[in-house]
């Protein structure tokens, strides 16, 4: 092989691995971007939001007034992602914006083992979960169940008396789905049922 054919392949093979170390970098500044993208994409659609504890929700709950001249009906529905049996106590509740409500979930681990799991809730209309206020809510972190264990959820809210007036139904729709890896793999006593 005379050198201008080696030149060429040598100047071919460094431009390869040019190429190739510009895709490696593209790839990882995608994948290091991909985790804020996609929550701002759930923050504007308003789907798969995990939920976090708002600070001043309680300050905001108790200089509240009750708008007791109109009132909203809030649905609740309960979806699962697994081997679980979830569902609310009620399916709907009427109240005043601004009033205290605490209403419960029954989560049931249906699996021979302990199980984790998130609740992510989704609000209808999309624009009524600004005003959806959470002070105490089972979806604000990861929840464990040992194997059969069935426990009881509070959430405990408020709708915001600025809801615009339009809107007089709210549907909070939470879906409960397993964190795989999250429970322990043994217990040290068999569970009981709650």
Not at 22 to 35: C, E, K, P, T
Not at 56 to 70: F, I, M
Not at 136 to 145: N, R
Request: one cysteine or more; glycine letters at 6%; proline letters at 7%.
């Amino acid at each position: 092989m005379g050198e201008a054919p080696r030149r060429s392949a040598a100047s071919s093979n460094r431009t390869m691995v040019r190429k190739l170390v510009v895709v490696a970098l593209l790839m990882f500044g995608f994948g290091w971007a991909l985790v804020p993208i996609y929550r701002k994409i759930c923050e504007v659609t308003g789907i798969n939001l995990l939920t976090t504890r708002d600070a001043g929700v309680e300050r905001r709950a108790r200089n509240t007034q009750v708008d007791t001249s109109r009132r909203i009906v809030v649905e609740f529905d309960a979806n699962r992602q697994g081997p679980w049996r979830f569902k609310p106590h009620v399916n709907h509740v009427e109240v005043h914006p601004g009033e205290l409500v605490h209403v419960d979930y029954d989560l049931v681990n249906l699996e021979a083992r302990p199980m984790a799991g998130q609740a992510i809730p989704s609000y209808a209309p999309l624009h009524s979960a600004r005003y959806f206020q959470k002070l105490e809510c089972f979806c604000f972190e990861q929840q464990t169940l040992a194997a059969g264990e069935t426990r009881r959820f509070p959430v405990v809210f408020f709708v915001d008396p600025e809801l615009p007036r339009d809107v007089t139904q709210i549907t909070l729709s939470y879906t409960f789905f397993e964190v795989p890896g999250a429970a322990p793999k043994a217990q040290a006593a068999a569970p009981g049922r709650s």
